[in-house]
């Protein structure tokens, strides 16, 4: 009697366990049937990473059902892109379309090849148009670097130094401008390269239409020319532990110096040697988490001889413009530059879809007569970060900076900053 009866709990039991399990997967595919782009922050895609990004959303909005789970290493090239309008301060409205590509090699410890190019036309009828690469060869034996642009540029030049640096004063300068920057290094140690590069700056229809407000020292004072041709050969010395230069991992570094003499018989209107160095970090904090607090620094100082003065180092003049958040391109001028930013970043969905920053940080220029530095320009902000492409882990980089003296402004990346 006890055994049957038993018999007819543990099937009574079972029935109720399939019945319950049927109606739950019932609702969960309601659930999923049901999903939308406003609940794909919290989404966690199925497959080895829970990842997801701005492509899942759009095959959530036309419920296109596509597994899109990734694994640890990007096997296949993927690319990404973004049409979008943007205001920064020496743009206004702006017109973009920006796109990286990033090559997997098919040797498995030789790093991935990354390409980025970007197009804005402007409310300021400005024009620019850059081009971008980081190429590792066979065991990250050469690394080949190309920074090439265009730009056709009206804007605001706000003179030399940081003393009398005044936002209502400013000449309105405009140009055109060739950008020819390439190196090649050679692997000397892990992660260490030593290599010569060529770089061609080249200014030319360079007119300036301001009659009054100009500033105390800019360039009337410096030496006013039509044109300007900077061309001189680099020594590159570089440390890079990076696997990725679009979302840098957490225990990973780069550095950078770079030794530049311009010759005249290679066609510079003056001869010059100065030094460029560029170092970042990356670090997990808390330990073992994927935030991360981040430090950059970008330095230049002028050894010897005279740049063109749209050559002498400003304000977001580094490979990717980005130095100096909260202050408008070209803010401050100066023979010497030093730069310094912290940056903690921060996920805000456990699936990657949603990220935030806050940065703070401080630059300054020498001065046009005294040669030294007076100055610290400090500026302060915080972002989002949305996942455009989770299998490059690119993100698009959105932020709100204030700097000193009435400066603020909206940053947009394809991305990270650094």
């Known amino acids: 009697m006890y055994t049957h009866f038993k018999k007819h709990l543990i099937t009574g039991i079972c029935i109720l366990f399939i019945s319950f399990s049927a109606k739950a997967q019932i609702q969960q595919d309601s659930v999923l049937h049901n999903r939308n782009i406003f609940t794909l922050a919290f989404y966690k895609q199925p497959g080895k990473d829970s990842m997801v990004d701005f492509v899942d959303g759009v095959y959530r909005i036309f419920k296109i059902n596509k597994d899109r789970s990734i694994g640890d290493d990007i096997t296949k090239p993927t690319l990404s892109f973004i049409p979008a309008v943007e205001y920064s301060l020496s743009t206004k409205l702006a017109a973009l379309f920006s796109a990286s590509y990033i090559k997997p090699s098919k040797y498995k410890e030789t790093k991935n090849s990354t390409y980025s190019t970007e197009?804005?036309?402007?409310?300021?009828?400005?024009?620019?148009?850059?081009?971008?690469?980081?190429i590792w060869l066979k065991e990250n034996e050469y690394n080949i670097n190309t920074n090439w642009s265009y730009l056709k540029f009206p804007q605001k030049d706000f003179g030399l130094g940081t003393a009398n640096n005044q936002l209502d004063h400013f000449d309105q300068i405009d140009y055109s401008y060739l950008k020819l920057h390439q190196s090649i290094v050679k692997r000397i140690a892990p992660n260490w390269y030593v290599g010569p590069g060529l770089n061609i700056d080249y200014h030319w229809n360079i007119t300036d239409s301001?009659?009054?407000?100009k500033p105390a020292y800019g360039y009337a004072q410096y030496g006013q020319t039509t044109s300007s041709n900077s061309t001189g050969i680099t020594l590159d010395v570089l440390y890079d532990s990076r696997t990725s230069i679009v979302n840098p991992?957490?225990?990973?570094?780069?550095?950078?110096?770079?030794?530049?003499?311009?010759?005249?018989?290679?066609?510079?209107?003056?001869a010059l040697q100065s030094i460029t160095v560029d170092a970042r970090k990356y670090i997990p904090f808390p330990m073992y988490s994927k935030n991360m607090l981040t430090f950059w620094t970008y330095n230049v100082l002028t050894l010897s001889g005279k740049a063109p003065y749209l050559d002498i180092p400003y304000t977001a003049s580094d490979r990717n413009l980005n130095t100096g958040r909260g202050f408008i391109q070209g803010r401050f001028r100066g023979e010497k530059l030093f730069f310094a930013e912290s940056e903690y970043r921060i996920g805000i969905t456990e699936n990657?879809?949603?990220?935030?920053?806050v940065f703070a940080n401080m630059h300054s220029v020498s001065e046009p007569l005294q040669?030294?530095?007076?100055?610290?320009?400090?500026?302060?902000?915080?972002?989002?970060?949305?996942?455009?492409?989770?299998?490059?882990n690119t993100n698009v980089a959105l932020d709100y900076a204030i700097g000193q003296g009435g400066s603020h402004g909206i940053f947009m990346n394809l991305g990270e900053v650094f």
Not at 121 to 133: A, D, E, G, P
């Open 210 to 213: 301001s009659t009054k407000n």
């Open 352 to 357: 990657g879809f949603l990220g935030a920053v």
């Open 249 to 270: 991992l957490t225990n990973s570094g780069y550095f950078n110096l770079s030794y530049r003499s311009n010759l005249k018989f290679l066609g510079s209107d003056y």
């Open 119 to 134: 197009l804005k036309l402007t409310q300021n009828k400005q024009i620019i148009s850059q081009f971008l690469s980081n």
């Open 371 to 392: 040669k030294g530095f007076q100055q610290i320009k400090a500026g302060f902000g915080a972002g989002i970060r949305v996942k455009l492409n989770k299998h490059s």
